[in-house]
């Protein structure tokens, strides 16, 4: 009789977790192990910020399989408490070090590492304080929920304006606490382009929810935080979310090989240097959907699928990863952004010649009650108009679109291919022409020339007649850009004879559209060199072009 094959998985959670069953489903008669050095194998990590928001109020509910759970369902053995500290490869063994501080040696056929990653903490004064606190797992939400509870602190500050931190943030807030996010870099969410992350702070930011950015942390103390430029700020409690760092100590020592971004580097099965060892999760170095390119992306979403795919393979099966777009979703206060993709920089960096567009549209028909502004920034290759990259922001539909804009991506589908997507309409859920289909009617006039564009982001004005066709409220309300002129767009061809002939002229409005029909009107009218403001005033103010000293026409 053959030797069951026998499957260890060194960490559970989302990687390992969906290794072993993944694993079981493969191969009914493996043996299968897994061991956590923590006390949960499986548990909902990414729910840790919301029970601590007080939204998620049954603890027992992040606690997804415990270890009778995977024996009476699956005849997985999860031993919890038990840490794996050497791979013998040549043995094919691992040292295992129970509870009670012994060791023993279990030998195994494949081996799947799902090791995660660990919040970087700053080698900073004051870092050991008890009131500065990391979020991994739960027993770290449960020292942060105690101490709300028992300290009933008034003032957080959280290091990292990432998706955990505004997470963090977000939590903090609803426990009626005054918060203070901070970011050493020039804006919060560093995947979002400048504008789009400007406009997010703009519509979050108040009394009692601040952003500080482009600075640095130097020492915490009791009372709170100093920075380097020599500010400091009050604070109760401090929450450290700078990013993770992947635990491969265990790999390094057994010489697996090291990726370019420090996680285990793994082909398209997820297998090691070792092909008997298999890397999964925050700590595994995969590959771009997009670009090909080396990259480690620690989501849950993609932990999963390598888990679901190493666990197969381990137990006899050849699937293949294909990548991860990063496709994430964040929701702050009453905003949500998501992104999917390569962002400007990151296009540009991976060598592709690139455009841009930025609609903004309503969550659903607008003349259904509730109906929210929607923004969709799209990164388009040149030449083709193939999908690289998007970005969404908004109250309500953030996560359908980006959704949406993620198949597309990964069906290599192109802008024009948006226009004619075929989306469910009615007016509580979007509208005829969804925001996607808009974004994609947009993007694709830029993509064929049929109105030249100007882009906010690189666009300085040097001596173009700027032309302002808004109506005359919105430059009270709004102002406008410095030396514009404003001539209406329901105005537009009674007046024709007030714009110049001679010279390049740049139409805008307060979004775009209108900037655009105003600049087919006036090709219409045989003004040959007329280009609009992508995103319009709006934009263009995001972007910190210059404005008028004073409102008004």
Same mark, same amino acid.
């Given at each position: 009789?053959?030797?069951?094959?026998?499957?260890?998985?060194?960490?559970?959670?989302?990687? $390992?977790?969906?290794?072993?069953?993944? %694993?079981? /489903?493969?191969?009914?008669? %493996?043996?299968?192990?897994?061991?956590?050095?923590?006390?949960?194998?499986?548990?909902?990590?990414?729910?840790?910020? @919301?029970?601590?928001?007080?939204?998620?109020?049954?603890?027992?509910?992040?606690?997804?399989?415990?270890?009778?759970?995977?024996?009476?369902?699956?005849?997985?053995?999860?031993?919890?408490?038990?840490?794996?500290?050497?791979?013998?490869?040549?043995?094919?063994?691992?040292?295992?070090?129970?509870?009670?501080?012994?060791?023993?040696?279990? /030998?195994?056929?494949?081996?799947?590492?799902?090791?995660?990653?660990?919040? !970087?903490?700053?080698?900073?004064?004051?870092?050991? *304080?008890?009131?500065?606190?990391?979020?991994?797992?739960?027993?770290?939400?449960?020292?942060? #929920?105690?101490?709300?509870?028992?300290?009933?602190?008034?003032?957080?500050?959280?290091?990292?304006?990432?998706?955990? $931190?505004?997470?963090?943030?977000?939590?903090?807030?609803?426990?009626?606490?005054?918060?203070?996010?901070?970011?050493?870099?020039?804006?919060?969410?560093?995947?979002?382009?400048?504008?789009?992350?400007?406009? !997010?702070?703009?519509?979050? /930011?108040?009394?009692?929810?601040?952003?500080?950015?482009?600075?640095?942390?130097?020492?915490?103390?009791?009372?709170?935080?100093?920075?380097?430029?020599?500010?400091?700020?009050?604070?109760?409690?401090? !929450?450290?979310?700078?990013?993770?760092?992947?635990?491969?100590?265990?790999?390094?020592?057994?010489?697996?090989?090291?990726?370019?971004?420090?996680?285990?580097?793994?082909?398209?099965?997820?297998?090691?240097?070792?092909?008997?060892?298999?890397?999964?999760?925050?700590?595994?170095?995969?590959?771009?959907?997009?670009?090909?390119?080396?990259?480690?992306?620690?989501?849950?979403?993609?932990?999963?699928?390598?888990?679901?795919?190493?666990?197969?393979?381990?137990?006899?099966?050849?699937?293949? @990863?294909? +990548?991860?777009?990063?496709?994430?979703?964040?929701?702050?206060?009453?905003?949500?952004?998501?992104?999917?993709?390569?962002?400007?920089?990151?296009?540009?960096?991976?060598?592709?010649?690139?455009?841009?567009?930025?609609?903004?549209?309503?969550?659903?028909?607008?003349?259904?009650?509730?109906?929210?502004?929607?923004?969709?920034?799209?990164?388009?290759?040149?030449?083709?108009?193939?999908? *690289?990259?998007?970005?969404?922001?908004?109250?309500?539909?953030?996560?359908?679109?980006?959704?949406?804009?993620?198949? %597309?991506?990964?069906?290599?589908?192109?802008?024009?291919?948006?226009?004619?997507?075929?989306?469910?309409?009615?007016?509580?859920?979007?509208?005829?022409?969804?925001?996607?289909?808009?974004?994609?009617?947009?993007?694709?006039?830029?993509? /064929? $020339?049929?109105?030249?564009?100007?882009?906010?982001?690189?666009?300085?004005?040097?001596?173009?007649?700027?032309?302002?066709?808004?109506?005359?409220?919105?430059?009270?309300?709004?102002?406008?850009?410095?030396?514009?002129?404003?001539?209406?767009?329901?105005?537009?061809?009674?007046?024709?004879?007030?714009?110049?002939?001679?010279?390049?002229?740049?139409? @805008?409005?307060?979004?775009?559209?209108? +900037? @655009?029909? #105003?600049?087919?009107?006036?090709?219409?009218?045989?003004?040959?060199?007329?280009?609009?403001?992508?995103?319009?005033?709006?934009?263009?103010?995001?972007?910190? !072009?210059?404005?008028?000293?004073?409102?008004?026409?």
């Amino acid at each position: 009789m053959k030797t069951p094959r026998r499957i260890i998985v060194v960490g559970g959670v989302a990687g $390992g977790a969906s290794a072993a069953a993944k %694993a079981r /489903r493969v191969d009914e008669n %493996a043996e299968i192990h897994i061991f956590d050095r923590g006390p949960y194998v499986s548990f909902a990590n990414c729910g840790l910020p @919301y029970y601590i928001a007080g939204e998620i109020n049954d603890r027992a509910k992040l606690i997804i399989m415990k270890p009778e759970t995977f024996w009476s369902r699956s005849r997985i053995h999860a031993h919890v408490n038990h840490e794996v500290v050497a791979i013998n490869r040549a043995a094919k063994t691992v040292r295992v070090k129970a509870p009670d501080g012994s060791e023993r040696d279990e /030998r195994y056929d494949k081996l799947i590492l799902s090791q995660g990653a660990q919040p !970087l903490v700053p080698r900073l004064p004051g870092v050991e *304080l008890p009131h500065v606190f990391t979020l991994r797992d739960i027993p770290d939400m449960d020292r942060i #929920a105690a101490f709300l509870d028992e300290r009933k602190p008034r003032r957080a500050v959280i290091i990292g304006g990432g998706f955990i $931190g505004l997470e963090m943030a977000e939590a903090f807030h609803r426990r009626g606490m005054h918060v203070t996010i901070v970011e050493r870099n020039p804006h919060i969410l560093p995947l979002l382009d400048d504008d789009m992350a400007q406009h !997010l702070q703009n519509q979050v /930011r108040r009394d009692e929810f601040q952003l500080k950015a482009g600075v640095s942390a130097r020492a915490f103390t009791e009372r709170g935080v100093e920075f380097d430029n020599g500010d400091t700020l009050p604070a109760d409690l401090i !929450l450290l979310s700078v990013g993770v760092q992947a635990e491969v100590e265990l790999a390094k020592a057994a010489g697996l090989e090291i990726g370019v971004t420090g996680g285990v580097k793994t082909n398209g099965r997820m297998e090691s240097s070792d092909p008997d060892i298999y890397a999964v999760g925050d700590a595994a170095e995969t590959i771009h959907a997009l670009t090909g390119a080396r990259v480690r992306i620690p989501l849950a979403g993609p932990a999963n699928r390598q888990g679901r795919i190493a666990g197969a393979n381990a137990a006899g099966a050849k699937l293949t @990863y294909r +990548g991860a777009l990063g496709t994430s979703i964040v929701r702050v206060l009453h905003m949500t952004a998501a992104f999917t993709g390569l962002n400007s920089a990151q296009a540009a960096k991976a060598g592709f010649s690139f455009f841009t567009s930025l609609t903004r549209d309503n969550s659903h028909a607008g003349y259904y009650p509730g109906a929210k502004p929607l923004m969709i920034k799209l990164v388009a290759e040149d030449g083709t108009g193939r999908l *690289l990259g998007a970005q969404v922001l908004g109250e309500d539909g953030v996560d359908k679109r980006i959704d949406v804009l993620a198949t %597309a991506i990964t069906a290599k589908m192109s802008v024009f291919d948006l226009e004619d997507i075929d989306l469910a309409y009615s007016p509580p859920f979007g509208s005829a022409n969804d925001p996607v289909n808009v974004a994609g009617f947009v993007a694709s006039h830029i993509a /064929r $020339g049929d109105v030249a564009t100007v882009a906010p982001e690189t666009w300085q004005p040097g001596g173009e007649f700027l032309l302002d066709v808004r109506d005359a409220d919105e430059l009270e309300e709004f102002g406008k850009l410095a030396g514009a002129v404003n001539i209406p767009l329901a105005e537009l061809r009674d007046r024709l004879g007030e714009l110049p002939r001679e010279g390049r002229m740049v139409a @805008y409005c307060q979004k775009g559209l209108r +900037g @655009y029909l #105003a600049a087919c009107a006036l090709h219409g009218h045989g003004f040959e060199n007329v280009a609009n403001l992508r995103g319009g005033f709006l934009q263009a103010k995001l972007n910190g !072009l210059p404005l008028a000293k004073t409102n008004g026409g």
